[in-house]
Every structure is written in structure tokens, then in C-alpha cells.
């Protein structure tokens, strides 16, 4: 009975995370809608309430806001938004450090994670997986030996975590992408994906 109940569960825990996640994402897109006249609401014209609408309006303002931004005047005009959002307190804070997070994962330019490491932490005998990242010159030339940014997530949010600088002989450096990186860390281990089932069956091959 008991093996039975925990099977039960393995099917309905997951499936009911995901059905939770997708009405909050699709309840939250929707609200998008109450941007539009009332009397261009879907709900008004259809004469009934179709969930997801707010999705297609959501991606049509973010493609939008991403031409805006691409040309001149918008840029200048974003530029000059942003300045006086930085200088109103409380909210500056919060919107720079969002904004930092953001740059760094979603930017194009090469400021996102560069390699996936093992380090030792929290103890000499323990290790963790991290991301490299940048070492500020200033800091850089603080070292005599060569040293790595390393970004240490949390689980199974990897969104926190901590901020250290590691002397690059004391890293192992995986050949493992980010993205498996993430899952593994989100999952706490469980996910094994196919690319992890690979390396581990090249390494269990006999010579």
C-alpha cells in the first residue's frame, strides 16, 4: 500500500507544481490586459474569458519595448528613465540590484557565467558546484597567484547564493554546460539528464 501512495505521489507532486506555476504565470500575463481601454478587453468583445490572452499582449509589449530601446531616442530617452529611478530611495536599490542579475544572466556581451568549477566549500572537504565570472582588475591585481570569481548558487534556488574569489589551482574546472549545472543544482542531484548519463557512462567504460 505504502510503495503504491509514494508512486501516487511521484506522478501528482510534480504534475501539480507545474499546473500550479503555469495558472500563476498565465494569472499574472493576464493582468497585462488590464492595460487596454475597457472597452478592448477581450472578456467585453468575446462576451467570455479566455485564459493566456495576457501572454500574446505581454510578448507583443516586450518586442515592442525591445525596438523602442534599439533605436536612438529610445535609448536616450530609457537612459534618462533609469537615471531618475536610481535616484529614488529605497526603489533605486532594489531596481540596480535586479537589474546587475539580469545583465549578468540574460546579457549578450560575455558578462554571463563562463565555466562551470568545482570548489571547496564550505569546508576543506566538501566540494560545490560554482560558475566563474569576472575578477574586477582592481582586485585582479591584488593577487599574486592567479585567482577566479567564482558565483556560488543555493539550492534549489540558485538565484542566492555567494560571491567568493578562489585561487584558480584550488578549482576543478567540469566539462559540464550551465545549463545542466543549474538543473543539477535546482533538482538537488536527482535530475540526471542525458548528457550526465553520458559522461557517466564514458567514465565506467573499461580501457
Same mark, same amino acid.
Not at 41 to 59: A, E, K, N, S
Not at 123 to 152: C, M, N, R
Given at each position: 500500500?505504502?510503495?503504491?501512495?509514494?508512486? !501516487?505521489? #511521484?506522478?501528482?507532486? $510534480?504534475?501539480?507544481?507545474?499546473?500550479? /506555476? #503555469?495558472?500563476? +504565470?498565465?494569472?499574472?500575463?493576464?493582468? +497585462?490586459?488590464? *492595460? @487596454?481601454? &475597457?472597452?478592448?478587453?477581450?472578456?467585453? %468583445? #468575446?462576451? *467570455?474569458?479566455? $485564459?493566456? *490572452?495576457?501572454?500574446? #499582449?505581454?510578448?507583443? %509589449?516586450?518586442?515592442? +519595448? !525591445?525596438?523602442?530601446?534599439?533605436?536612438?531616442?529610445?535609448?536616450?530617452?530609457? &537612459?534618462?528613465?533609469? =537615471?531618475?529611478?536610481?535616484?529614488?530611495?529605497?526603489?533605486?536599490?532594489?531596481?540596480?540590484?535586479?537589474?546587475?542579475?539580469?545583465? +549578468? @544572466?540574460?546579457?549578450?556581451?560575455?558578462?554571463?557565467?563562463? =565555466?562551470?568549477?568545482?570548489?571547496?566549500?564550505?569546508? $576543506?572537504?566538501?566540494?560545490?558546484?560554482?560558475?566563474?565570472?569576472?575578477?574586477? !582588475? &582592481?582586485?585582479?591585481? =591584488?593577487?599574486?597567484?592567479?585567482?577566479?570569481?567564482?558565483?556560488?548558487?543555493?539550492?534549489?534556488? $540558485?538565484?542566492?547564493?555567494?560571491?567568493?574569489?578562489?585561487?584558480?589551482?584550488?578549482?576543478?574546472?567540469?566539462?559540464?554546460? /550551465?545549463?545542466?549545472?543549474?538543473?543539477?543544482?535546482?533538482?538537488? !542531484? /536527482? /535530475?540526471?539528464?542525458? &548528457?550526465?548519463? =553520458?559522461?557517466?557512462?564514458?567514465?565506467?567504460?573499461?580501457?
Amino acid at each position: 500500500m505504502k510503495k503504491y501512495f509514494i508512486t !501516487g505521489l #511521484l506522478v501528482w507532486v $510534480p504534475l501539480g507544481i507545474t499546473l500550479w /506555476v #503555469l495558472n500563476l +504565470t498565465i494569472s499574472t500575463m493576464d493582468q +497585462t490586459l488590464l *492595460l @487596454l481601454p &475597457e472597452y478592448w478587453h477581450p472578456d467585453r %468583445v #468575446l462576451g *467570455l474569458h479566455i $485564459p493566456g *490572452l495576457g501572454i500574446i #499582449l505581454t510578448l507583443g %509589449v516586450v518586442l515592442l +519595448t !525591445g525596438l523602442l530601446i534599439r533605436n536612438v531616442f529610445g535609448q536616450r530617452l530609457w &537612459e534618462g528613465s533609469e =537615471k531618475a529611478m536610481l535616484h529614488v530611495p529605497f526603489v533605486g536599490s532594489i531596481y540596480k540590484g535586479v537589474k546587475q542579475v539580469s545583465d +549578468t @544572466l540574460l546579457s549578450g556581451s560575455g558578462n554571463s557565467f563562463r =565555466k562551470v568549477l568545482l570548489v571547496r566549500y564550505p569546508h $576543506p572537504q566538501a566540494w560545490s558546484l560554482a560558475f566563474q565570472t569576472s575578477v574586477p !582588475g &582592481e582586485v585582479a591585481d =591584488k593577487f599574486d597567484d592567479p585567482y577566479v570569481a567564482v558565483f556560488i548558487p543555493t539550492t534549489p534556488s $540558485p538565484v542566492n547564493g555567494f560571491y567568493f574569489f578562489v585561487r584558480k589551482a584550488d578549482t576543478i574546472e567540469l566539462d559540464m554546460t /550551465v545549463d545542466v549545472a543549474l538543473r543539477s543544482i535546482v533538482s538537488m !542531484g /536527482v /535530475v540526471a539528464d542525458s &548528457e550526465t548519463a =553520458k559522461h557517466r557512462a564514458v567514465a565506467q567504460a573499461p580501457d
